[in-house]
């Protein structure tokens, strides 16, 4: 499901999501943004579940690193904002699991792809009474959380949040079902 384009919440996660609950008869659907988080951060309150974001995060994660300037000309640096100090062994998304899993046994909740969730962006702090999780007919922007081979530490921190339109395409962006 997908394209080379990327992945859109409403045409392609959530339609995923009812074929799998259709094929196995369980009930699967996008993890919103409370509960993502909740399984991101496995139990820390560090900005990444292993640390700070200046940590080297080459055997947690894929993200903005020196093998990501391979796609640069000439390797530039400033072409792609990468911390060419840590290298990953990824230029752009990898395998899931191919990085150490969080506290709590999940993989790639920081970086590789980041994750279209259910919720409707809307500021903070989070009310579960506020709409944010209203059904996909719901208009408005959606959340993605958890950064992507493309991004630094700073941006696949586990409060860190970015707003699309559901319909939009994005290159970096997959899905995690519940």
């Not at 369980?26 to 820390?44: I, N």
């Not at 700070?52 to 640096?77: C, E, M, Q, Y």
């Not at 990085?99 to 409707?120: C, F, K, Q, R, V």
């Not at 921190?157 to 519940?178: E, I, T």
Request: hydrophobic share 40%; net charge negative; with cysteine.
């Amino acid at each position: 499901f997908g394209t080379a384009e990327g992945v859109d919440v409403s045409d392609d996660a959530l339609e995923f999501c009812r074929w799998l609950s259709k094929l196995t008869g369980e009930t699967f659907t996008l993890p919103d943004e409370a509960r993502w988080e909740y399984a991101c951060r496995a139990g820390s309150s560090s900005p990444l579940a292993w640390g700070g974001t200046d940590a080297d995060f080459s055997k947690h994660a894929n993200l903005a690193d020196a093998k990501l300037n391979a796609l640069t000309i000439n390797n530039s640096p400033d072409w792609i904002p990468a911390i060419g100090r840590f290298d990953d062994r990824a230029i752009v998304t990898t395998a899931v699991g191919s990085y150490t899993a969080n506290p709590w046994g999940l993989h790639d909740m920081h970086g590789n792809a980041a994750e279209w969730t259910l919720s409707l962006y809307q500021p903070y702090p989070w009310r579960a009474e506020d709409g944010r999780n209203a059904t996909q007919a719901a208009a408005g922007d959606r959340v993605l959380r958890g950064g992507s081979y493309y991004d630094r530490p700073h941006r696949a921190r586990s409060a860190f949040r970015l707003a699309y339109p559901p319909w939009q395409k994005v290159h970096n962006a997959g899905f995690r079902v519940v």
